[in-house]
């Protein structure tokens, strides 16, 4: 079952002689439960990408579908709810809040929805997560690996229809690396969970289902490496 879908995607930059074509022309679909790794050049467009399929970034033009859902025709307001409750981000550098705890940066998506903590998926996640008994702990008090499991947590709590990680290993070791790297592949098994990856990293996108290069804001490889 299709679960996203990018129509002819562009976005431009600038005016005139200054004018850059981040993307141009980028369409595909994935289906529910894919693990999609995106590789290419710093500069190709794969970030650009990864926020316009989130509802971060606005296209020049094309369309964006989420589990049937035109995401450019909503509103600013319907937006921010799309984004809260459809599509679950991770980000290099963590993005946690210093002065919130772990259970209050994981749960702050649904506490932002005005809508209650569903407990029994909380200690599930915290289990996954390996982080019971550090629920108390401010991100300064964690390991850069757990905070990006933090940041995993956050991701997921809302169960998402689509989770996008940019660069989600950039700022760990090897070691750390490959954890979150299996802890993404658990809940993408477990959950079903739809999981599109921009790495840099040949040994996780080698991991993936799929993979789609990308090089001067076009496609210039789509691959399935398993099924």
Known sequence: MEILRAED????????????????????SVEKGQFVAIIGPSGSGKSTLLHILGGVDTPTSG????????VYKKSEEQLAVFRRREVGLIYQFYNLIPVLDVRENITLPVLMDGRRV?????????????????????????????????SIGRALMNAPAVVLADEPTGNLDS????????????SNRKYDQT???????????????RLIAIEDGRIVRDEVLRK
Not at 119 to 135: A, W
């Open 63 to 70: 369309k964006v579908f989420v589990d049937g859902q035109d």
């Open 195 to 209: 999981l599109i990856v921009i790495t840099h990293d040949e040994n996780i996108a080698l991991q993936a289902d």
């Open 118 to 150: 569903n407990e029994d998926r909380f200690r599930e996640l915290m289990d996954t997560l390996g982080l019971v008994g550090r629920e108390k702990h401010l991100p300064n008090q964690l390991s850069g690996g757990q905070q990006q499991r933090v």
């Open 9 to 28: 995607l562009t976005k431009v930059y600038g005016t005139g002689d200054n004018q850059v074509r981040a993307l141009d022309g980028v369409s595909f």
């Open 175 to 186: 070691r750390a690396s490959q954890e979150i790297v299996d802890l993404l592949k658990t």
